[in-house]
């Protein structure tokens, strides 16, 4: 009798350090890994966007294209990466606001108009550098949104 009741607590045990285990490690790693998203895929892509709608860079509607497929790689993870506790503050390099947590799911439908703002970006690229420009236009008001309601800029 006692024997089942010590497996039971015991699990319970393990379940409990392996839910405490997703500590700071684990909350530092999806900060690291959002900001490796921005960083190397959204960052680069975005800027070769406006650089050509600038005119600093010759308009090249194949890599206006790919760079917004780049953009449109990224929100379906990112979004996945902003548990609980890495907010401003709580984690080094957050940038994290919690209006975040505060509205989880305007949060997560903004980065689905990312995600559609830059699929139609990438389609307009084809279309000529006009079309791009105005695609291109309305996905970075997107971006702005979001960093303006969800970022904190480190200093």
């Not at 979004?79 to 505060?102: K, N």
């Not at 006009?130 to 200093?155: S, V």
Request: charged share 30%; aromatic share 6%; proline share 5%.
């Amino acid at each position: 009798m006692w024997k089942p009741i010590l497996v039971v607590a015991a699990a319970a045990a393990i379940a409990l350090t392996a839910t405490v285990a997703r500590t700071a490690e684990d909350l530092a790693a999806a900060v690291k890994e959002r900001r490796q998203l921005m960083k190397k895929e959204v960052s680069p892509a975005a800027k070769l966007g406006g650089q050509m709608v600038k005119g600093k860079v010759p308009f090249d509607a194949g890599k206006a294209a790919e760079a917004m497929k780049d953009i449109n790689s990224v929100p379906d993870k990112f979004v996945t990466l902003f548990p609980e506790g890495t907010e401003l503050g709580a984690i080094p390099d957050s940038e994290a606001l919690p209006a975040i947590w505060q509205s989880f799911d305007e949060f997560k439908a903004l980065a689905a108009k990312l995600k559609d703002a830059s699929a139609e970006a990438e389609v307009a690229a084809g279309e000529g550098s006009e079309a791009f420009a105005a695609a291109f236009g309305d996905m970075t008001k997107i971006c702005k949104e979001c960093h303006e309601t969800y970022r904190e800029k480190r200093q």
